[in-house]
């Protein structure tokens, strides 16, 4: 085999792998991100909810929730309003029942709702938010 040759495969070869490139760029692995462990060193009474600037935890009769206050419209931080007991999102007016269930507005899907892990000897949760 000449030098000449083998130039030309090594060209050929660079040629190849350029074009196919962007074929196979999207084909990522993904890598898996833990999600963000919030705590929070209170426990709530039946009906009693908490709410913290990312979520509302809230103590339902079956055990506790946590809902994402991200409204799944344009990703505003939606308010909840005690005296109605549900979410108002101050962008577009989109409305969710207290538990993130979608009532009106242009969001169409319910709020998002987190995992929550009630600690041991009621001193708290731990909320997990995915990243
Ligand atoms: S961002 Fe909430 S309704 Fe548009």
Redesign the pocket.
């Known amino acids: 085999m000449t030098r000449r040759n083998i130039l030309k495969r090594w060209v050929l070869f660079g040629l190849l792998g350029g074009l196919s490139y962007p074929l196979f760029s999207f084909w990522k692995e993904e890598r898996y991100r833990p999600p963000i462990k919030k705590r929070v060193s209170k426990w709530l009474k039946p009906g009693e909810f908490l709410i913290e600037p990312e979520f509302l935890l809230l103590m339902a009769e079956d055990g506790p929730i946590a809902i994402s206050r991200k409204?799944?419209?344009?990703?505003?931080r939606?308010n909840f309003l005690k005296e109605k007991g549900e979410f108002l999102?101050?962008?577009?007016?989109?409305r969710f029942t207290k538990d993130g269930k979608y009532i009106s507005?242009?969001?169409k899907k319910d709020l998002k709702r987190y995992k929550v892990k009630a600690l041991k000897d009621k001193k708290g949760f731990i909320i997990y938010m995915p990243r």
Request: proline share 12%.
């Open positions: 409204c799944t419209h344009l990703g505003c939606v999102c101050p962008c577009h007016q989109s507005g242009p969001a």
